[in-house]
């Protein structure tokens, strides 16, 4: 099994539906991250968790909220999708014993807002 | 403040043959830096990373990578491409400490022809 998994893998909705993603990690590390690639970008920053408690705004995290429900676990979800939330969506964790950037991703979930 | 730039969005080579991906970075400090290699429909795994000690640094399945301040680039090379090499390669730098100074370059799609 993959230490992080994410659900679904793939996902088509209509604009305005909400959607949640979900990522749980067997990996055993505080620092959870969400992350967005769209092509020629790269990938961008949405939010960002170092334990249960915390929650950070990334790069782009407008029209965008998590939750983090146990050390395992962080959602991400779109209240009201739109067309231009068309993209595919990294979960990634990492210890802080290792350098910062040193991330373990899971396999994505594509999202397509119609 | 920092940048990354990977100079070719697409890089083809023959198998056998070496491979070259560029990345140049800016930096206002002493920067880690990463390359990740995405396989089709993977997530993001690590290839190589330098965190400021040996300048040559090498990685997972023959890669190595050189930083080399003065130029400020971290070039990514393979002596000879194998077939599975075929995928695309992202360039990161990270500002230690700091889970929001960690920039992504846009990407080099590297092609293996038979």
């Known amino acids: 099994d993959a230490d992080v998994t994410q659900t679904p893998r793939n996902r088509i909705t209509k604009t305005g539906k909400r959607i949640m993603l979900e990522c749980s990690q067997t990996?055993?590390?505080?620092?959870m991250y969400w992350y967005r690639q769209d092509p020629g970008l790269g990938l961008r920053l949405i939010y960002y968790?170092?334990?249960?408690?915390?929650?950070n705004k990334g790069e782009i995290s407008d029209g965008y909220s998590v939750s983090r429900q146990a050390q395992a676990k962080f959602s991400l979800s779109l209240e009201s999708a739109i067309p231009n939330q068309t993209a595919l969506y990294f979960c990634?964790?990492?210890?802080?014993?290792?350098?910062?950037?040193?991330?373990?991703f899971g396999e994505g979930s594509r999202l397509t807002v119609l | 403040a920092q940048s990354v730039t990977q100079l070719d969005s697409h890089v083809s080579v023959s198998e056998g043959t070496p491979v070259l991906l560029r990345c140049n970075y800016s930096?206002?400090?002493?920067?880690?830096l990463f390359w990740y290699v995405q396989h089709p429909n993977k997530g993001l795994q690590l290839l190589l990373k330098?965190?400021?000690?040996?300048?040559l640094v090498k990685g997972i399945n023959g890669f190595e990578a050189e930083f080399k301040k003065s130029e400020t680039s971290f070039h990514l090379t393979k002596p000879s491409a194998h077939m599975s090499d075929a995928a695309e390669y992202f360039c990161?730098?990270?500002?230690?400490?700091?889970?929001?100074?960690?920039?992504f370059g846009s990407g080099t799609q590297l092609t293996v022809l038979p």
């Open positions: 990634a964790t990492s210890d802080p014993g290792l350098p910062t950037g040193e991330l373990f």
């Open positions: 990996k055993g590390h505080d620092r």
């Open positions: 968790s170092f334990d249960v408690k915390d929650i």
């Open positions: 930096s206002s400090y002493s920067p880690s």
């Open positions: 330098y965190t400021s000690a040996a300048t």
């Open positions: 990161v730098v990270s500002r230690s400490g700091s889970a929001r100074q960690l920039t």
